[in-house]
């Protein structure tokens, strides 16, 4: 058994297989944590997949065989690891299954720079976005952890690699703008037990706010102790809220 795989179609990926993805920037994805080879949140990574494949190239793979070949990538290798599949058309349409070592994320809280940026088709995880890791290096040269992206009309709405998720000390805030919903979002959002709301975050609102945090695969919640010049209260019980939601979510076999 290998350590961990990088499968084409369902088999093992060889050189000659990887090459027209290599050189390819029009694909998309989707990544996960893998728990004791269970997934939580399975069903918005397969209508993530689902949704972008039509938007993209008009057609989709069904449910499963996605399935199945997630969950042959993870009978080839350890129990935990991260993976990400990705779907791209050299003439009709393949998934790249990849695994790698399992991820939590840093441990924050986190400082973030705040950039004027906008992805291009933001509600598809797609490849080749370089943007995001310029503007990550950049911030870290200039101090910070990462960067929270503003849009031309003043609106925070993710990070680099991130969503975000505001506090007003009793309901928790999703930005309102062009943004990528991500599935630990998706998560969080059908199971907290506090009042939530969708709204407009502008960098002149952050002092008004009792707390912030950045999440993706790796993590429901990283506590966020400043956007550019405005410090952020921690807010743990903000945070715990996030990853109490994140664990009452089922963890399922694919």
Known sequence: MSSYVAQRNGETATAEDLAPLAFAGFAHFTAMQVRDGLVRGLDLHLDRLRTASLELFGDALPDDLIRSYVRK???????????????????????LVRTRPPASGPAGPLKLTAVEHERVIPAIKHTGEMAKTYFRRQAVDEGFDDAAFVDRQGRLSEATIWNLAFWDRDTVVWPEAGLLRGTTMGIVQRRLGVPQRVQEVTLADLPGLGGAVVMNSWTPGIAVRRIGATPLPEAPSFVAALHRAYETEPLTRP
């Not at 993976?83 to 791209?88: F, G, K, M």
């Open 73 to 95: 990538a993870i009978e080839s290798g350890p129990a935990d690891v991260s993976l990400t599949v990705t779907i791209h058309l050299p003439g009709e349409l393949e998934v």
